[in-house]
């Protein structure tokens, strides 16, 4: 073999792999850009504390973030996140109004969230209601019933040592985004290495096959539902150790967050496909634009439209590359 044709097999190799994962490079690209304008136009964009402002930030979409990717890549879409969290963030607050203990108040929100999650599953996998509607039920009836418990006031509690520290910093890091991470490395193994993970991809490519090859359909799609709601109830503990009261007004608009980093970060909505790392960096993508936009001291209205474009030219860059990258498959 001549020194040519051995030094010629690795680029053979590489070039495949990289054709393979365009969106995370384009995604990357699209985040080194937006630091390079926002450090130059908006004042204090590149100072630690705002470093560690949007890695706060980020925590509150990436943790629930995470779980919808699941649930996008099994083909359905939970649109509930937002009144979910500040629901449960309500029940949490009046349980340590009543003076229950932190870990009888924490554990109830868990397992609440993870009802109230697997309820949507039920209904979508037993009764086959579309997974939309079933969420959207999920969504008003839970805005509402938080903004009717609380008069849509925020639930004050006595002050709690350990909430004050999940809503606070850990080594220079918010432990918010510190249980990000470490729910990021969970899901990833969960989804790359497990065979949960491998029958979620294969419900999402195609359930009848799936079904065909004895995966219970119907368990996988409780589950991921399930485990959406679990996240969305450590989402409400981080919002409630941040701002100290629970509120029926938080998290408003997170659902939309939750699914553009999702998408953004290359999920397809018909599901079967998408990846963790993506996601992860669609949620950079959607906190840098917020912040940078804040800072750069857009007019709030203004920013909704900004980034709503912003975030559609992304999603049709990594459609591009995703395409480039089959064509070349």
């Known amino acids: 073999m001549s020194a040519s044709t051995a030094s010629s097999i690795p680029a053979r190799r590489l070039l495949p792999s990289l054709l393979g994962h365009m969106n995370e490079i384009g995604l990357i690209a699209i985040v080194a850009i937006l630091y390079v304008v926002f450090g130059a136009i908006s004042p204090g964009f590149l100072s630690v504390n705002n470093q560690v402002n949007i890695l706060r930030d980020g925590a509150t979409i990436g943790i629930a973030a995470w779980a919808q990717t699941l649930?996008?890549?099994?083909?359905?879409?939970?649109?509930?996140?937002?009144?979910?969290?500040?629901?449960?963030?309500?029940?949490?607050?009046?349980?340590?109004?009543w003076h229950l203990p932190l870990p009888v108040?924490?554990?109830g929100g868990l397992v609440l969230g993870s009802a109230l999650g697997a309820s949507a599953g039920v209904l979508r996998a037993v009764f086959t209601v579309p997974s939309f509607v079933a969420t959207l039920g999920l969504w008003s009836?839970?805005?509402?019933?938080?903004?009717?418990?609380?008069?849509?006031?925020?639930?004050?509690?006595?002050?709690?040592?350990?909430?004050?520290?999940?809503?606070?910093?850990?080594?220079?890091?918010?432990v918010s985004a510190i249980v990000m991470f470490v729910l990021f490395g969970a899901f990833v193994f969960a989804?790359?290495?497990?065979?949960?993970?491998?029958?979620?991809?294969?419900?999402?490519?195609?359930?009848?096959?799936?079904h065909l090859c004895g995966i219970n359909v119907t368990r996988i799609r409780i589950v991921v539902f399930a485990i959406s709601g679990l996240m969305a109830a450590i989402?409400?503990?981080?919002?409630?150790?941040?701002?100290?009261?629970?509120?029926?007004?938080?998290?408003?608009?997170?659902?939309?967050?939750?699914?553009?980093?999702?998408?953004?970060?290359?999920?397809?909505?018909s599901g079967g496909r998408g990846s963790m790392l993506g996601t992860l960096l669609g949620v950079l993508t959607i906190t840098v634009i917020s912040d940078g936009l804040v800072l750069y001291g857009i007019n709030s209205f203004v920013q909704d439209v900004v980034r709503g474009v912003i975030i559609v030219a992304a999603v049709l860059l990594n459609v591009a590359a995703a395409r480039r990258s089959g064509r070349h498959g």
């Open 191 to 210: 989804s790359r290495k497990t065979a949960f993970g491998r029958s979620v991809y294969a419900v999402g490519g195609n359930a009848n096959a799936a």
């Open 105 to 107: 108040a924490l554990a």
């Open 235 to 269: 989402t409400a503990i981080m919002l409630l150790g941040r701002l100290g009261t629970g509120n029926a007004g938080a998290a408003s608009g997170l659902e939309f967050d939750v699914i553009a980093a999702v998408v953004v970060g290359g999920t397809s909505l």
């Open 141 to 174: 009836a839970l805005r509402g019933l938080a903004l009717f418990m609380t008069n849509a006031l925020p639930i004050s509690f006595d002050d709690n040592d350990t909430l004050d520290w999940i809503g606070g910093n850990l080594l220079g890091l918010p």
């Open 71 to 97: 649930v996008i890549v099994a083909g359905e879409i939970d649109i509930s996140v937002g009144p979910m969290v500040a629901f449960i963030s309500v029940i949490m607050a009046f349980l340590l109004k």
